[in-house]
């Protein structure tokens, strides 16, 4: 009996596991908060995702000193404001199809900068191209917005 009942123990144990594993990665798209990556400093790990709507995108708080806050004209229309808080990992579910921009509070004006295109809607790609972008986040914007 205690040989039949181990194994089950074992397969009980990895399924729990299993579950609690699927769900800390439940979002859909995973971008880290860094200082550093590559040559380029402070900077979101991906810069342009692409999702489905009801998607969610998770932020990693991995480097002190980040946050997300999209950027006023920067989403489709009738989106709220959203702005996390230093420090603190976020997440977002995009129900409205479109383009949302978003930067970094502390470090919009050095380049740390993204996007998230939904549903492969573009229709607000001018009002994008009106974002009055700061400092270094002007070049690596005007960049961006032609890759996406
Ligand atoms: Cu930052």
Not at 7 to 20: D, E, G, M, Y
Not at 42 to 48: A, Y
């Amino acid at each position: 009996m205690i040989k039949l009942f181990r194994p089950l123990k074992v397969l009980s144990l990895l399924l729990v596991l299993s579950v609690l594993y699927n769900f800390q990665a439940s979002a859909d798209e995973n971008i880290e908060m860094l200082n550093k990556q590559g040559k380029e400093l402070m900077v979101f790990s991906k810069k342009i995702v692409n999702i489905g709507s009801g998607d969610t995108v998770f932020w990693k708080s991995t480097d002190p000193g980040h946050n997300v806050e999209f950027i006023k004209g920067g989403v489709p229309a009738g989106v709220d404001k959203f702005k996390s808080k230093v420090n603190k990992d976020t997440q977002y579910t995009f129900e409205v199809p479109g383009i949302y921009a978003y930067w970094c509070t502390p470090h919009k004006g050095m380049g740390m900068i993204g996007f998230v295109v939904v549903g492969n809607d573009k229709s607000n790609i001018e009002a994008i191209k009106k974002i009055k972008f700061l400092g270094k986040s002007k070049k690596v914007a005007a960049q961006l917005i032609n890759s996406l």
